[in-house]
């Protein structure tokens, strides 16, 4: 996708099993967001609005469905979907095109037939013992002598990686290579490493130079009793690289640049405001705070206001298990970490910003963030999806800050992830014309994501002056208090002309579609619909 291009995905359930869509990365509005039960039912589907003008990152989408995101994920329901920008690229002159490859980690367990054993079952952890890559196990790849950016997801349900790079020629000698990016983006600058800790859902960005090596082959090894992990024979191999002996291309083959990119870091804050516990229960149950998502009255268990900086501590009593916990909305700096885990927060994380952060055994992490820029419910969870989803999750509501003095009044409300303006439809098929007159103009009108940088500076100057009979108060969001089932609406669509101010930046949207595809992870690929300078187009 192209960073400021906004973009209106269809997604159509054509499985038998209920999804809903978390675009991982992206500060979507609540609606369309993949609230786990905003579902959307077999033969339903759901237009989701991405706004993509976030600093270019490697983003991922999955399931988010509730009590079956670990089933739905670990057979497919889960691809990249990476925001670029070419005055970046141009910039930067890292690898790029056939030498910047995307790689999904994921570790799996088959079944005699063949099949995937399915986490259905399973109330703890399936970790898998064999490691695949972008769907294949242990496979290989050609590379040439040259640098290569590699863009790593683990997608596992379960499974954490401890990587190190090797010459097959001496297993003995761990090889360096850059960490460049991580799940915001770039790093503040490059960090050269011999091991990169990866645990679910977290993203980075690796240069890697096989010049030295041409002609022999380079092995992306897993360190074996690496926190939770059980070993299996295999485990400790990810993927091979098979090394030329020629190049085709020096674009993106020249040194690395002391700094990437000029991070947003939030406001230093030195007291704790919210103190989470995650761990297991009486009965079996994960839980934050003793707490599970299931507890519908009790599961929103923080309140921060929209433009407040806070800081949130993450415990993890446990010896037998790791979390990796997720914040949505918000890109976060980890700070410290204590414990008898990893030593400290480790380089490439100080030097980035994160959405996923790994709490091992007997660790305490703390993260800082500023809750913008919008307001609304949010999740908060354990991405070993297992325990998401039995029931190690919770949601945050922040508190929504009256902007309309500062030129930003909110014609619709965004608060409430179960919106029934949003919500997923019987699917009879896709009108491209319908989508091209009247779907695009009827979001793009709907103007869910302003300026977010306006967005933060106007709630900079409301917390600086604040109006006297304006307050901050948490959204109301009436459908997240009670379980619910999905249900067809239909959403009045229409045309609405609205005025834009001078200086608002020309916003295009685009529209795509994607089918359901349990077993087979692979990016959103569909006909696509753009709009701007008064014309639409389709294609």
């Known amino acids: 996708m192209t960073r400021g291009r906004e973009a209106v995905v269809r997604f159509v359930n054509k499985y038998d099993r209920p999804s809903s869509i978390h675009l991982h990365g992206s500060y979507s509005r609540t609606p369309f967001d993949g609230w786990a039960e905003d579902v959307t039912g077999p033969g339903q589907y ?12 490697t983003l991922w989408y999955h399931d988010h469905a509730i009590g079956i995101t670990a089933v739905n994920a670990y057979f497919g329901q889960a691809g990249f979907y990476i925001l670029s920008d070419s005055t970046v690229q141009d910039k930067l002159k890292l690898p790029s095109g056939d030498y910047d490859v995307p790689l ?23 970790f898998g013992d064999v490691n695949t890559v972008n769907g294949q196990p242990w496979p290989y790849m050609k590379v040439e002598n040259r640098k290569y950016k590699f863009r790593l997801v683990d997608a596992s349900i379960s499974r954490s990686y ?22 915001a983006g770039y790093l503040d600058h490059p960090v050269p490493t011999t091991n990169l800790v990866i645990s679910m859902a977290e993203r980075y960005e690796i240069v890697i130079d096989f010049d030295k090596y041409k002609g022999q082959n380079m092995t992306l090894m897993n360190d074996r009793n690496f926190q939770t992990n059980p070993d299996y024979p295999a485990t400790d191999k990810v993927l091979r690289f098979v090394v ?15 700094h990437l990119s000029d991070l947003v870091i939030p406001n230093p804050q030195t007291t704790v405001d919210k103190t989470f516990e995650f761990g297991k229960g009486s009965n079996g149950e994960w839980l934050i705070n003793g707490i599970g998502f299931e507890n519908v009255k009790n599961r929103v268990i923080a309140y921060p206001s929209q433009g407040k900086t806070q800081r949130w501590r993450l415990v993890n009593k446990s ?26 927060v480790t380089p490439y994380e100080a030097a980035a910003l994160k959405d996923v952060v790994y709490l091992g055994t007997n660790e305490q992490v703390e993260v800082i963030a500023n809750f913008a820029p919008w ?17 190690m999750m919770a949601a945050f509501n922040v508190s929504q800050i009256d902007l309309s003095s500062y030129g930003y009044p909110q014609k619709i409300s965004f608060n409430d992830p179960m919106s029934s303006l949003f919500r997923s439809k019987t699917y009879t098929g896709t009108d491209l014309s319908q989508v091209k007159d009247v779907l695009l103009p009827y979001f793009q009108n709907l103007d869910a994501y302003p300026d977010s940088h306006e967005i933060e500076k106007a709630l900079d100057d409301h917390y600086k002056n604040p109006p006297p009979s304006k307050s901050s108060t948490p959204a109301s969001t009436p459908s997240t208090t009670l379980q619910t089932r999905t249900t067809a609406t239909t959403v009045k669509s229409t045309t609405v002309g609205t005025k834009t101010k001078s200086e608002d930046k020309l916003k295009t949207t685009t529209s795509a579609k994607s089918e359901d595809k349990p077993k087979i992870a692979t990016p959103v690929t569909s006909s696509s619909c753009s709009q701007g300078k008064g014309k639409n187009t389709c294609k």
């Open 375 to 391: 307001s609304g419910v949010y999740m908060f969870h354990c991405h070993n999806l297992v325990h998401e989803d039995h029931d």
């Open 104 to 126: 999904m980690l994921a570790s799996k367990q088959f079944l005699p037939s063949g099949k995937l054993l399915s986490p259905e079952n399973e109330r703890d952890s399936l």
């Open 162 to 183: 401890s990587l190190y790079l090797v010459a097959d020629s001496d297993p003995k000698t761990r090889l360096p290579f850059t960490v460049v990016g991580a799940d």
């Open 244 to 258: 030329g002996t020629s190049t085709s291309s020096s674009d993106g083959n020249g040194d690395i640049p002391s």
């Open 319 to 344: 010896g037998g298990w790791s979390h990796p916990i997720h914040i949505h909305l918000i890109d976060f700096q980890v700070v410290t970490r204590t414990g008898s885990g990893r030593q400290g």
């Open 46 to 57: 759901k237009d989701y609005y991405y706004p993509n003008v976030q600093p270019v990152r």
